[in-house]
Each structure stands twice: as structure tokens, then as C-alpha cells.
């Protein structure tokens, strides 16, 4: 069954030519980071990106996940990358504050230490990043072994989505609220997929919810396609759909993920359209956009195959 088959990409005409200056995170200095944190797997990686990081003291694991990803997809860095993975896997929570196995809170450093925030701001997208990336560290780096060693942990990981999965095939981003982000059911959906391949490489057996969590997930998020306006809904909220508009910078972000996750692998001229759009409305904003927001354009640029605006080096 093709993921998305029913939808059918808008037509579209003339070209975009816009220069803007981007941060392409080619070859980066060593972190000089300072103080608290100095030497955490986190950190380091952090420290790579030391110029446009808002924090030191302070870290969401979703976020640091996408700049081990930059890194692991630009060649560089793989130690660095294994070692924030094996910290990833030893800070997990059995259980955490609400009783589920598998989660992984954000962290902070108080008088040099690490210590858990008790929160995080997501599940279904913190686990489906984390497995994203676990399947190109093992892709990329050929380190299968790491992969079988860790498989009950990345077992409960995934686990940690499918618990969240509503009636209407989408998954919560926390257990206290309704609320369906596009964002982080790609996400999700990406993370599952990527757990089938990591299976495989663990030489280990398919749980019998991965093929049909997968297939009702993919088809609860084409239901929030809208044909009229050319996107996803961007959330759903107490079964309220909030719709979005290629205008609005967020929302059309957001669409994004549908993109590099492989929503729209079975209709190329639909992922094409998206990425024209996005570049049409925002390219020019790219350069000065906050640094999550950039790699996630990078990233989904390389993806797609298609370059849109000229972009340099920032140092």
C-alpha cells in the first residue's frame, strides 16, 4: 500500500531565484565551551554549533538529537555521535512521571552536574527523531553491533509512540493533553520506520503493531491534507483541526517534516510541490532563522534534491 496515493500535487509556474546567506555547517572548529557541562556527550555537540546555540546550561535531547543528525549526514564527528546515543540510551526513564517506560527527559547543569528537568515537551517526536537517527548512525557508520546491544532499549523507545496512538491513528505529543502535532506525527511516523530497519539490523523479530501502527498512522495523517489550501493541518487539537497556510512561517514548516520523513515518498511531484512552496514564501528568512529551523531546511533540502537559494558558510 503507497503512503499517500490520494494526493495530488497543485500545478505551479515560474522559477525562484533568491541568494541569501545560510549556514551550510560545513567544516566547524572544535567547541570551546566553558563551565557547566564541559565534556557531556551533549554538550559537545552543542559546543559545534557554540555561535548560534542559545544555551549551554541547559539541553532538550530532541534538539541535540538534530545536530548529532547534521553531523552523522556531513561525515563528521561519528565518536561524538555515539557517545551522545550512549547517553541518549542510559538516561531514559523506567518509568517516568507518568508511568511510561522508555521516555527521555530534557536536562540541565546545576554546580556542574547534570541533573533531569522532570519535563519534556514531547514523547512522539523525541522517540521518533531519536530512532531516525540511530538507523543513519547504523546506515552510515556500518555499527550494527551497537544497534543488537541496544535493541530492548530501542524496543521501549518505540513502544513510547504506539502507546500514545489515538482512535484516529494519530499520536499524542504528551499523555495530559489531546493535542495531535503535524510536526511530530512525521516524526513519529519516520521514527517507526526507521525501527523496522533497525530490526533488521539487530537481527531481532518485528513486534506484530509495527505494520499496522505504521499503515494507520500514515493514512490518519493524509486525512489532515487539505487539497484547497495545498497542506497538512498543522495540529489537532480536542479533535479540532487547526489548518495551515503556506504564508504563515511555522505552519508551513511544519510540512517540512512531512517531506524529510517520507510521507510523501509515493508521490515525488507532491514532496516537490512542498518544497517549491516553502521556498517561495520563506527562503529569504532561512539565513536568519533559529538554528533547529535551519538544519531542518538543510536537511530536507539535501533530501530533496533540489536547491533553491545560494548559501554560504556563517561563521
Known sequence: MSLITCLKPNKFKGSLLIISALAAFSLLPLPSVKGAGRGHPA???????????????FFEPHAVSLLALNELENGRHFKEVKDFLKWYLSHLNYPDKHG??????DYEFKWEKEQATRKYSSINAYAGRFLYLLARYAEITGDKAFIAKNIQKINDIAYTIVVQLGK?????????????????????????KAYGRLLVYAKAKTPPFLASALEGLAAAIAKLYSPEKN???????????KAASWDDYHPALAQLYAVFYGLLDGDPAL????????????????????????????????????RYIEHTILK
Open 168 to 192: 484516529d491513528g494519530l499520536t499524542r505529543s504528551l499523555p495530559t493533553i489531546d493535542l495531535k502535532r503535524l510536526a511530530d506525527n512525521c516524526e513519529a511516523y519516520g521514527g517507526l
Open 43 to 57: 554538550v559537545t555537540l552543542m559546543g559545534y554549533y557554540e555561535k548560534e546555540w542559545p544555551r549551554m546550561d
Open 100 to 105: 511510561l517506560t522508555g521516555t527521555i527527559y
Open 231 to 241: 497542506t497538512f493541518a498543522q495540529s489537532v487539537l480536542d479533535g479540532r483541526t
Open 271 to 306: 514532496a516537490e510541490n512542498f518544497w517549491y512552496n516553502f521556498n517561495l514564501a520563506h527562503a529569504e528568512k532561512m539565513d536568519k532563522a533559529a538554528l533547529a529551523e535551519k538544519l531542518l531546511y538543510l536537511l530536507t533540502e539535501k533530501k530533496a534534491g533540489v
